[in-house]
């Protein structure tokens, strides 16, 4: 889980300037704490974000974190003093090894806004399962689980990821998403370095879209949507 303070000026550049540094101390074997400084230009302003992170093995088979965030926007190539949007949240995570090929991590975490507009906050919550070498030696399946509660409004989703071979050397690549307000997702991935001629298929979905844009769909692409 990770805190990202939120888009406080949406019509920003897409490829802001970015710099980071980060720096982490070995308080013993079994905790750690770690610092991270960025910066980044976007347009004409410029967006300051500190984080700290401190993570420490409670149990040989489980791990807690706990994180905190500020981040604050300037207008104008200025540092970050006075005035000025701002963002700040906490999160507390937990990762627990329920055996060698599953594990289990839940997290809460709390972001808070501050602009001319007021104050907003948002809470989540979030809870994920992974298990390895379930289909084959080498798969991956994710299952996941979130909520989140803003503007006395409740939001929640579920996700899941699978990664599997098909051949030695083909690898299938699979994710579904569906949140409460009945949108979702369905992507599918596939890598081969020993059967090239399944990049062949990807000719159905073309088709669909061209067949779309004949009879005046606009182009929409079939396999998405789903």
Not at 7 to 19: F, R, V
């Amino acid at each position: 889980m990770h805190l990202h303070p939120p888009h406080t000026q949406p019509n920003l550049p897409h490829t802001p300037q970015q710099g980071e540094s980060e720096a982490s101390l070995h308080h013993s074997s079994k905790w750690a704490t770690t610092a991270t400084g960025e910066v980044q230009a976007l347009g004409q302003d410029m967006m300051y974000t500190t984080k700290l992170e401190t993570r420490m093995k409670v149990h040989p088979k489980a791990k807690v974190a706990v994180g905190v965030l500020a981040s604050k926007l300037k207008e104008g190539l200025t540092l970050p003093y006075g005035k000025g949007p701002m963002a700040y949240g906490v999160k507390l995570e937990q990762k627990y090894k329920v055996t060698p090929s599953a594990k289990l991590s839940a997290g809460v975490a709390s972001v808070s806004t501050k602009t001319r507009m007021g104050r907003d906050t948002a809470h989540s919550l979030l809870a994920e399962l992974r298990l390895r070498g379930v289909l084959d030696e080498g798969s991956d399946l994710v299952l996941g689980a979130s909520a989140m509660h803003h503007r006395k409004e409740l939001a929640y989703s579920g996700n899941m990821a699978a990664q599997f071979n098909v051949t030695p050397e083909s690898m299938v690549q699979t994710r579904v998403k569906l949140d409460s307000k009945a949108n979702g997702s369905m992507s599918v991935r596939v890598a081969s370095h020993d059967h090239p001629e399944l990049a062949y298929s990807m000719i159905v979905p073309v088709l669909g879209m061209l067949w779309a844009r004949l009879r005046g769909g606009g182009g929409q692409d079939p396999m998405m949507g789903y």
